[in-house]
């Protein structure tokens, strides 16, 4: 069994940055990859970025490439969402996800966490 715990969200003027952190426990991390999904009211969750659990491929929405970096730091057990250059579009709900297996795109992952509120004002 996988837990994880988001952190790093809050209010952020459009323009700005936040750095979500997704921290695990209960195992380790190394061979699942990781996901950030994102889900605003009224709308399905959504694909944000993912990244494999060697680091080497990542996978990014269109939405947010250019401006989103994902990274992971194995030995801490722990996957971050740096975001930059935020808009009001990029607030929702974020997700952090993980699976035993190659990185996916869809929502089919194991393990999430309970989400964290990211709010970009205009």
């Known amino acids: 069994q996988v837990q994880l715990v988001e952190s790093g969200g809050g209010l952020v003027q459009a323009g700005g940055s936040l750095r979500l952190s997704c921290a695990a426990s209960?195992?380790?991390?190394?061979?699942?990859?990781m996901g950030w999904f994102r889900q605003a009211p009224g709308k399905e969750r959504e694909f944000v970025a993912a990244i494999r659990w060697s680091g080497t491929m990542r996978y990014y929405a269109d939405s947010v490439k250019g401006r989103f970096t994902i990274s992971r730091d194995n030995a801490k057990n722990t996957v971050y969402l740096q975001m930059n250059s935020l808009k009001p579009e990029d607030t929702a709900v974020y997700y952090c996800?993980?699976?035993?297996?190659?990185?996916?795109?869809?929502?089919?992952?194991?393990?999430w966490g309970q989400g964290i509120q990211v709010t970009v004002s205009s």
């Open positions: 209960g195992r380790t991390l190394r061979s699942y990859s």
């Open positions: 996800a993980a699976r035993d297996g190659v990185v996916l795109t869809t929502t089919r992952y194991d393990y």
